[in-house]
């Protein structure tokens, strides 16, 4: 606009930033394994379960179990990244 830069807080030094990447990495790994998990269970309760509509439910959990952890990972991305 006018050529202004606001700066509303100094980066993050690579001693903090590192050890919060690496947690965040594992707990996406973490909400993966879980989604698979949850998803073959919900398709085991789905075979067994078939002249009922009871388990479609958790399979879309899953799914949007699967967008909201994805979403989050690009949210603390774009947090992160500097201006």
Request: proline fraction near 6%; charge should be neutral; glycine fraction near 14%.
């Amino acid at each position: 606009m006018l050529g202004i830069t606001v700066v509303l807080a100094k980066p993050l030094p690579p001693t903090v930033t590192a050890p919060l990447l690496t947690v965040i990495g594992w707990a996406g790994w973490i909400v993966c394994a879980l989604g698979v998990a949850r998803l073959t269970w919900a398709a085991a309760l789905l075979a067994i379960h078939s002249h009922r509509e009871e388990s479609i439910e958790g399979i879309l959990g899953v799914f949007l179990g699967g967008v909201i952890a994805g979403s989050a990972g690009l949210i603390a991305g774009a947090l992160y990244a500097p201006l």
